[in-house]
Nanobody
Framework: LVQLVESGGGSVQAGGSLRLSCIAS????????IGWFRQAPGKEREGVAA????????YYADSVKGRFTISRDNAKNTMYLQMNRLKPEDTGMYYC????????????????WGQGTQVTVSS
């Protein structure tokens, strides 16, 4: 059983930065995807960023490219999402998720989810 625990959310003004963390426990192998999703009130959940555990491949939503960076520390079983130049439209609940194995698309096939951490960006 894979368990994911997020932390690091908060409230910032537009242009600010936050770093989210996700600690993973359980069997995660080299053919899996670990990623971040977000959901704003009244909107569907969307993929933000993810990485493939088998190599250094990373994926980003177009809306966050150049502003967000996904990274990992394998020794700590921790994944990070560094969010810079935040915008009000980045506001939402951010979830860490694992797709074991990766789906046909980097946003698909996620079976394990954390409880979420709230990010609020004010203008």
């Amino acid at each position: 059983l894979v368990q994911l625990v997020e932390s690091g959310g908060g409230s910032v003004q537009a242009g600010g930065s936050l770093r989210l963390s996700c600690i993973a426990s359980g069997p995660i192998y080299g053919s899996d995807c670990i990623g971040w999703f977000r959901q704003a009130p009244g909107k569907e959940r969307e993929g933000v960023a993810a990485f493939y555990t088998g190599d250094t491949t990373t994926y980003y939503a177009d809306s966050v490219k150049g502003r967000f960076t996904i990274s990992r520390d394998n020794a700590k079983n921790t994944m990070y999402l560094q969010m810079n130049r935040l915008k009000p439209e980045d506001t939402g609940m951010y979830y860490c998720a694992a797709a074991l194995p990766c789906g046909a698309n980097w946003t698909l096939g996620y079976k394990y989810w954390g409880q979420g951490t709230q990010v609020t960006v004010s203008s």
